[in-house]
């Protein structure tokens, strides 16, 4: 299965900014859809945006204004840029590749973020 890395969580305060990125080992224009997932201790993963081959960028409604996910195909990278992060923000952020044919989620082993004063 693909590999993805995650990498850019840390510490930020409120109203702070942060760029996670996603390496993935092959080429993520392969995919219908990239992903990203975020997990609190005791919580479900809970889907936060989702980059489709094609079509709209879709956005969870906690996030949707505040937060945008991007692809470079050529770096096999996906990004999300989170802006005017809260507290409630603070989790583990996972990458996925979503398989055209069955839909099974390939994972990345998440960063961390913080976001606290």
């Known amino acids: 299965q693909v590999q993805l890395v995650e990498s850019g969580g840390g510490l930020v305060q409120p109203g702070g900014s942060l760029r996670l990125a996603c390496a993935a080992s092959e080429s993520i224009d392969s995919f219908p859809a990239m992903e990203w997932y975020r997990q609190t201790p005791g919580n479900q993963r809970e889907r936060v945006a989702t980059?489709?081959?094609?079509?709209?960028?879709i956005y969870a409604a906690s996030v949707e204004g505040r937060f945008t996910i991007s692809r470079d195909n050529a770096k096999n990278t996906l990004y999300l840029q989170m802006n005017s992060l809260k507290p409630e923000d603070t989790a583990v952020y996972f990458c996925?590749?979503?398989?055209?044919?069955?839909?099974?989620?390939?994972w990345g082993q998440g960063t961390q973020v913080t976001v606290s004063s």
């Open positions: 996925t590749a979503v398989r055209g044919s069955d839909g099974y989620h390939s």
């Open positions: 980059s489709p081959l094609t079509g709209s960028r």
